[in-house]
């Protein structure tokens, strides 16, 4: 086999003779030529069969061959504006061929199909370029984001995923079973965090979370990754700074690395390139009139209804939709009512029915994908908010410890992989956004 290379790098390959491996993508006869789309996994090209060149023997073999074949294929590289792929603009003149199996009966064809047809056969899906250009997406993010956390002093450290009890309240808990006991799938790492950061100051935890969303959204997965991370010494403020960087650094790292990606996605990166630091603040109360203001605006009666909200009341999807649509980056979303937020936040002074809490809206609808908050650092005030939501106490003696034994403001917060690949991507729903996706009604394949 001759200088073997991936297509991802033939632009380095102009002009010479080289191999790729890989599967036919689909095929177009034109006369005497044939246009075979062959994709290797790193990228999709065009490979040109010419009769009279490859013979009427293997000429005639590639005509034939059904979807997703498999094949290895040798010949020159050529520049061509108008050759489609990914990347665009090269094609492989074919001068031999070695088939590995001819597939016959591909089930997804270039027609269009159900979802649910497509969500069945996951396993063959994840070959359609768009899914192939989400998981490229996805992987590049899940990089930039531990690469911003290590290059800033943060230390890695994992929290556990079996554990005894709830974080965030237990409507959303996977139970299992723990030898003679009962246990639950995490939720969160940001409890161990808060031990962690004690012992090494700043540190995150990045991997598989586990919530039972019994509401079939758009926005929820039953399993998905999430990366926390946690600062000793930091207040609301500094949360937020930290966060407009990290995440105009993420999606400035997509934007560079995975450009052939978005393209293949169809994504307006004008939206993207938008998302620089600083972004808007503005205050819970403040969020509540603007969508009161929207919602007085619209003469849609049914967003009418769906906007309804008074002080005191979570964000659902449509007020956080509507909301963002009136900045063109994330926009920071702070002090929510303490009863709609996780025990654990820290109370605003002078204000305790609302709490130091920190959401961060992506624009274009696509709403919540951090959450987070300045911590409580009394041990009283922790415990009065333990028993207020009559959690079990003998559980969090530990959590209460962290606070007796050289408190420290501190803060954190948390943020969904697949819910930034999925704003990232400019994609309709975060289920295509995993490769495997966990959902209410689905866990197969
Ligand atoms: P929401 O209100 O949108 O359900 P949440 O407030 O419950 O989210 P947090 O507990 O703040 O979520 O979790 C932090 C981040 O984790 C969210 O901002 C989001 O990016 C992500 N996330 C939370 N739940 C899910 C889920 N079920 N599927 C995918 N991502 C999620
Ligand atoms: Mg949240």
Same mark, same amino acid.
């Given at each position: 086999?001759? %200088?073997?290379?991936?297509?991802?790098?033939?632009?380095?390959?102009?002009?010479?003779?080289?191999?790729?491996?890989?599967?036919?993508?689909? /095929?177009?006869?034109?006369?005497?030529?044939?246009?075979?789309?062959?994709?290797?996994?790193t990228?999709?090209?065009?490979?040109?069969?010419?009769?009279?060149e490859?013979?009427?023997? /293997?000429?005639?073999?590639?005509?034939?061959?059904?979807?997703?074949?498999?094949?290895?294929?040798?010949?020159?590289?050529?520049? %061509?504006?108008?050759?489609?792929?990914?990347?665009?603009?090269? *094609?492989?003149?074919?001068?031999?061929? $070695?088939?590995?199996?001819?597939?016959?009966?591909?089930?997804?064809?270039?027609?269009?199909?159900?979802?649910?047809?497509?969500?069945? %056969?996951?396993?063959?899906?994840? #070959?359609?370029?768009?899914?192939?250009?989400?998981?490229?997406? #996805?992987?590049?993010?899940?990089?930039?984001?531990?690469?911003?956390?290590?290059? !800033?002093?943060?230390?890695?450290?994992?929290?556990?995923?079996?554990?005894?009890?709830?974080? *965030?309240?237990?409507?959303?808990?996977?139970? +299992?079973?723990?030898?003679?006991?009962?246990?639950?799938?995490?939720?969160?790492?940001?409890?161990?965090?808060?031990?962690?950061?004690?012992?090494?100051g700043?540190?995150y935890?990045? =991997?598989?979370?586990?919530?039972?969303?019994?509401?079939?959204?758009?926005?929820?997965?039953?399993?998905?990754?999430?990366?926390?991370?946690?600062?000793?010494?930091?207040?609301? $403020?500094?949360?937020?700074?930290?966060?407009?960087?990290? +995440?105009?650094?993420?999606?400035?790292?997509? /934007?560079?690395?995975?450009?052939?990606?978005?393209?293949?996605?169809?994504?307006d990166?004008?939206?993207?390139?938008?998302?620089?630091?600083?972004?808007?603040?503005?205050?819970?109360?403040?969020?509540?009139?603007?969508?009161?203001?929207?919602?007085?605006?619209?003469?849609?009666?049914e967003?009418?209804?769906? /906007?309804?909200?008074?002080?005191?009341?979570?964000?659902?999807?449509?007020?956080?939709?509507?909301?963002?649509?009136?900045?063109? !980056?994330?926009?920071?979303?702070?002090?929510y009512?303490?009863?709609?937020?996780?025990?654990?936040?820290?109370?605003?002074?002078? !204000?305790?029915? +609302?709490?130091?809490s920190?959401?961060?809206?992506?624009? $274009?609808?696509?709403?919540?994908?951090?959450?987070?908050?300045?911590?409580?650092?009394?041990?009283?005030?922790?415990?009065?908010?333990?028993?207020?939501?009559?959690?079990?106490?003998?559980?969090?003696?530990?959590?209460?410890?962290?606070?007796?034994?050289g408190?420290?403001?501190?803060?954190?917060? =948390?943020?969904?992989? *697949?819910?930034?690949?999925?704003?990232?991507?400019?994609i309709?729903?975060?289920?295509?956004?995993?490769?495997?996706?966990?959902?209410?009604?689905?866990?197969?394949?």
């Amino acid at each position: 086999m001759t %200088n073997l290379i991936t297509i991802e790098r033939i632009a380095d390959h102009v002009g010479q003779r080289v191999t790729i491996r890989g599967w036919l993508y689909d /095929l177009t006869p034109k006369g005497k030529l044939l246009f075979l789309r062959l994709r290797d996994g790193t990228g999709l090209t065009q490979g040109v069969a010419y009769r009279p060149e490859v013979g009427d023997e /293997l000429f005639e073999r590639l005509a034939h061959l059904g979807q997703e074949s498999s094949l290895i294929v040798s010949g020159t590289v050529k520049a %061509n504006d108008r050759a489609p792929g990914v990347p665009r603009g090269y *094609e492989i003149a074919v001068e031999e061929a $070695e088939v590995l199996q001819d597939a016959v009966g591909y089930p997804i064809t270039p027609k269009e199909h159900g979802v649910e047809f497509l969500m069945d %056969n996951r396993h063959l899906w994840l #070959r359609s370029s768009k899914q192939w250009a989400i998981m490229r997406v #996805r992987a590049t993010i899940k990089r930039a984001i531990i690469d911003f956390f290590d290059s !800033r002093g943060f230390l890695n450290i994992d929290t556990p995923i079996i554990t005894p009890s709830a974080a *965030e309240g237990t409507s959303t808990l996977f139970e +299992v079973g723990y030898f003679d006991d009962k246990a639950y799938l995490a939720q969160t790492g940001q409890l161990y965090n808060e031990a962690n950061i004690m012992a090494f100051g700043k540190v995150y935890c990045f =991997g598989p979370t586990f919530r039972a969303e019994k509401s079939k959204t758009r926005r929820h997965l039953a399993e998905f990754w999430m990366v926390e991370p946690e600062i000793a010494f930091c207040d609301l $403020e500094q949360l937020m700074a930290l966060e407009e960087e990290f +995440v105009s650094t993420v999606v400035g790292r997509a /934007l560079d690395e995975r450009a052939n990606e978005l393209a293949v996605l169809e994504r307006d990166v004008t939206a993207l390139r938008n998302v620089v630091a600083p972004f808007p603040r503005i205050s819970y109360d403040e969020a509540v009139q603007r969508v009161q203001a929207i919602r007085d605006a619209t003469d849609d009666p049914e967003l009418k209804e769906q /906007l309804a909200i008074e002080w005191g009341d979570d964000f659902g999807s449509p007020h956080e939709t509507e909301l963002t649509k009136q900045f063109d !980056r994330p926009v920071f979303v702070y002090g929510y009512p303490t009863a709609v937020k996780a025990f654990y936040m820290e109370p605003w002074p002078g !204000r305790p029915e +609302v709490c130091k809490s920190v959401d961060l809206l992506a624009p $274009e609808g696509y709403g919540e994908i951090i959450g987070g908050s300045e911590r409580m650092s009394d041990p009283e005030v922790l415990l009065a908010a333990i028993r207020r939501h009559e959690l079990p106490e003998a559980n969090y003696q530990w959590y209460i410890d962290l606070r007796r034994y050289g408190s420290v403001p501190h803060s954190g917060f =948390g943020l969904g992989l *697949e819910r930034t690949v999925t704003w990232v991507c400019g994609i309709e729903h975060i289920r295509q956004t995993s490769p495997f996706p966990r959902t209410l009604n689905r866990m197969t394949p």
